[in-house]
Structures are given as structure tokens and as C-alpha cells.
């Protein structure tokens, strides 16, 4: 991948050409970011297990009737994906409350939600990826109606099944984001990751995070945590 020129670079991840038409290379990145990027360092081998445990999870999802973008794994830290056209919003689904939404509404942490509470969020790195109403969506273009419920609708089911699949693992769900994107035909799929970057996850017994939320807060052994949800993953499939 060293000779090619990403067509565009995140906090996390690069985004290459694939070799078949409407098809993209992506590339998991050792880095580490938090609160909007202003806190920021490099693991190594973290690109690997996200790359990883996205794609167990993806093909989890293919499985039980949910479209993603994952095609399959290149090597340890590339996979390759249909080419979507990404929807500017993400999409965020909550079943314990924590993080934000306890600053923002004054709610009390460990609440849990049933069903899941939907947020959406613009993405835009400048503003902070702010939250912005199902309205405001339509209204300013980000999204139309139809993609706001369809959208809701698959988070909602990735809820049941993630919750399910991660309850079985004693691995509490608390929360997480999905983005979504249209591929060449039109159909709406779920891209991006689905890893420990983008999802908080709690051990049941001891609740202690197994995410990115430890680097957040300086928990320390941030890969072993990525490990763990790796490791639970694959004894589940192995059952």
C-alpha cells in the first residue's frame, strides 16, 4: 500500500483504491484520538485488532440480515469494501446512559434505556461533530426523510443483534455509532467500523470498560482491553 495515494486520510483510518471498480482499501491506523482529536497517540497494533474485530463483526451483521460495506479482510491491518457514498450524519445508539449525554442533560450515569435511545450527529471535525435534531437534518440537506427512518431503523436492529451477541460474551453494549452510506445501486449500508473505537463496552460483572474509553479517561491497558473484546469474540464463534 506504500505506493499508493490515499484518497483521504481520518483520525483512524485511510481510504485507498481498490483494484475492482466501486471498490475501496481500508486502512487501519495505530492512532488514538479523543475529545474531538485534542488528545492524541499511537498503539501499536491497535489498526490490526480494530480491523479485526470490525470484520468479525460486520460478517456477523452480513449473517443475520444487515447490509455493511465489508467485503473481507486483506491482511492484518487492511480490508476491503464497497464504495459508498457516506451519509454526513452519525448515528449514535444508547442503551446505558454516560459520556456526554450525562453533561449535556444533567441525567444520571448508568441509566439504562429501552429501547435504545437514536441520536444524531453531524459530521463535521470543525464544529466538534455536533448533535443535531432528525428536523434539522432534513431541513439543511444532510438528509432526507426516508434516509432519517431507514437509518434509525437499521441502528435499531444492529442494537438487537450487538446486544444479544455481546450479552452472550458477558460484555455489556452500553453504546455506540454507526454511519451509513449508499453504494453504486442505491442501497444503504452500514460502513465505517464497528470496533472499540466507535462502541463502549463494559465488562458485566466488574463494568469495567473495555474500549477507547480507557484511553479517554487513563485507565491504562487500552490493548488489552481491544484484545479481550477480540478474544470474547472469537471463543463465541468457536462455541
Not at 119 to 144: H, M, R, S
Not at 176 to 192: I, N, P, Q, S
Request: charged share 35%.
Amino acid at each position: 500500500m506504500e505506493d499508493r495515494q490515499p484518497l483521504y486520510e481520518g483520525k483512524a483510518k485511510r481510504l485507498f483504491p481498490g483494484e475492482e471498480p466501486n471498490t475501496l482499501i481500508v486502512e487501519y491506523k495505530d492512532s488514538l484520538t479523543a475529545y474531538n482529536a485534542q488528545k492524541k497517540a499511537s498503539m501499536e497494533g491497535k489498526g490490526t485488532l480494530n480491523n479485526q474485530i470490525s470484520a468479525l463483526l460486520f460478517d456477523y451483521l452480513e449473517k443475520n440480515g444487515i447490509r455493511t460495506h465489508y467485503i473481507q479482510i486483506i491482511d492484518k491491518n487492511h480490508q476491503l469494501v464497497k464504495k459508498t457514498k457516506i451519509i454526513p450524519l452519525e448515528v449514535v445508539v444508547r442503551n446505558i446512559t454516560t459520556g456526554s449525554i450525562c453533561k449535556r442533560l444533567g441525567v444520571p450515569e448508568g441509566k439504562r434505556l429501552d429501547p435504545g435511545l437514536v441520536e444524531f450527529y453531524l459530521k463535521n471535525d470543525d464544529l466538534g461533530d455536533p448533535i443535531v435534531t432528525e428536523g434539522q437534518a432534513v431541513i439543511f440537506g444532510w438528509a432526507t426523510r426516508e434516509e432519517i427512518k431507514e437509518m434509525k431503523t437499521l441502528a435499531l436492529k444492529v442494537n438487537d443483534l450487538l446486544r444479544a451477541f455481546f450479552e452472550e460474551r458477558n460484555v455489556v453494549l452500553v453504546d455506540f455509532k454507526l454511519e451509513f452510506g449508499r453504494t453504486e445501486e442505491g442501497e444503504m449500508v452500514v460502513a465505517d467500523e464497528i470496533s472499540p473505537d466507535t462502541c463502549r463496552f463494559w465488562d458485566t460483572s466488574s463494568r469495567n470498560s473495555l474500549d477507547k474509553d480507557r484511553f479517554r479517561k487513563d485507565l491504562g491497558n487500552v490493548l488489552e482491553a481491544y484484545e479481550e473484546i477480540k478474544r470474547r469474540i472469537c471463543a463465541g464463534e468457536r462455541k
